[in-house]
């Protein structure tokens, strides 16, 4: 079984974040779910983007940086959109890395390094008329291309957090699929 990492996303560590993690948990995976914002959760992305903004962005991202160093290296990073600027940037540079889980978001590589790490494995997932995905769906084409241990989901629809089934956004059965296929991933590592 797997060591999960699971950073939240803007919204906070929601209800529908918990149970995603509670469902690994289920499957026998050990999920550490810290949470960034200290309690707060916000019922819109700009609430929650100025909240992030007024506490610093670089603040909050080195201390989801900093739970990790509480955890042995052999990690899958795991993240929600604004999780995954953290959970990538660790997948990319912190050695022992097993594994890495991109929801709803993607950065280029090149932020964090020259190229993917040999021998991690990596899914992204993300729907196609989302408007900050489809900001990322470059990045993640390029990821999923420059290596064979990447694998790129895409969904059909627009909504943003659609794996977090506490929001408006969520799409039960796109949410169903991608839970299936964290399954395998994370069987495999």
């Known amino acids: 079984m797997a060591d999960v990492l699971l950073y939240h996303h803007i919204q906070g560590l929601t209800e529908g974040v918990r149970a ?35 506490a610093g962005f670089d603040a909050i991202r080195e201390r989801g940086a900093a739970a990790a160093d509480e955890l042995s290296p052999e990690l899958v990073y795991a993240g929600f959109s604004f999780g995954v600027t953290i959970a990538q940037r660790l997948a990319q540079t ?68 659609f794996a977090d089934s506490s929001l408006d956004a969520y799409d039960p059965d796109a949410a169903a699929l991608l839970t299936e296929r964290v399954h395998a991933f994370l069987a495999s590592v």
């Open 20 to 54: 995603f993690a509670e469902d690994l948990r289920q499957a026998g995976h050990v999920v550490h779910t810290p949470d960034l914002f200290d309690g707060r959760t916000f019922d819109s992305i700009e609430e929650g983007f100025g909240y992030a903004r007024d």
């Open 94 to 161: 912190r050695p022992g890395a097993r594994g890495a889980l991109l929801m709803h978001s993607c950065l280029p590589v090149a932020e964090f390094g020259t190229a993917w790490p040999e021998g991690v494995p990596v899914q992204i997932h993300g729907k196609e008329g989302d408007e900050f995905f489809d900001e990322d769906l470059p990045a993640a084409r390029e990821l999923a291309g420059s290596t064979p241990a990447a694998e790129l989901f895409v969904y059909p629809g627009d909504q943003h957090l």
